[in-house]
């Protein structure tokens, strides 16, 4: 009521309110759209530590491979017919032949002899790292089993490789390792995001590990173990701070 006519007229162009409009709707979108990632500082440290959604192999730097204790990467075919990490370094990096990568992991360990749950070595092939290590006991049937004092064995191994054992790395990508087949039937996929934030941080008080540890969680993890992203921000967040 208090407009004069020249501005009515503008306010009423129908492109004007169009465009306003298409903007308004663009911002609302970016900033309601769903978060993928976040990352914070490790307090008093020139670390952090990222949860990423997506494909772990996208991930610049090192990748964490679980494997069992015999460094049995093919367990009677069983482990080359999951859509497991193992398989996929397999298929994409060592053309999947297996017997290739056997040939590196035996110039580290003895495969078939039985290794410590933490044990880690590295190989590398086509310019990526990968940190293996033992989280399972592998069993009489070519099945794996890994249970929480396993999981919890396997990361302050991997942890002491990384930090004393091998070169600073400067992204260091694990995956969630004791989720799948074999697992133990307690440790949920949230439970093993908060375990290895948690595990990280401990070390890291005496450990100089990475500068980026990247905890990857791959899309269909997010529904299938109905992880709430919120609320693993706000553990992060609160673990680091």
Known sequence: YSTNESTDSIFKNVYLFSGVFVLVCILSFVK?????????????????????????????????????????????????????IQNQVIQKFYANKVDH???????????????EIGKTIEVEQNGKKFYLVVNSVKKDNNRVR???????????????????????????TIPLINTQHGRDSYMTRRGAIKEIITSYIESSKNLNICENLIISIHPSDLMKGNIDLD???DFLKFSCS
């Open 231 to 233: 609320e693993i921000d």
């Open 146 to 172: 890994s249970e929480i004092d396993d999981f919890i064995q396997a990361l302050n191994g991997l942890w002491q490789y990384v930090a004393l054992d091998s070169g600073r790395n400067v992204n260091l």
């Open 32 to 84: 309601n759209r769903p978060r993928t990632s976040f990352k914070y500082n490790l307090r008093n440290k020139d670390s952090y530590i990222e949860v990423k959604v997506g494909d772990a192999f996208n991930n610049s730097g090192a990748l964490v491979v679980p494997v069992n204790d015999e460094f049995d990467m093919s367990l009677g075919g069983n482990a080359l017919k999951a859509n497991s």
């Open 101 to 115: 990568l056997n040939t590196d992991i035996s110039a580290k360990v003895t495969i078939g002899q039985k290794h």
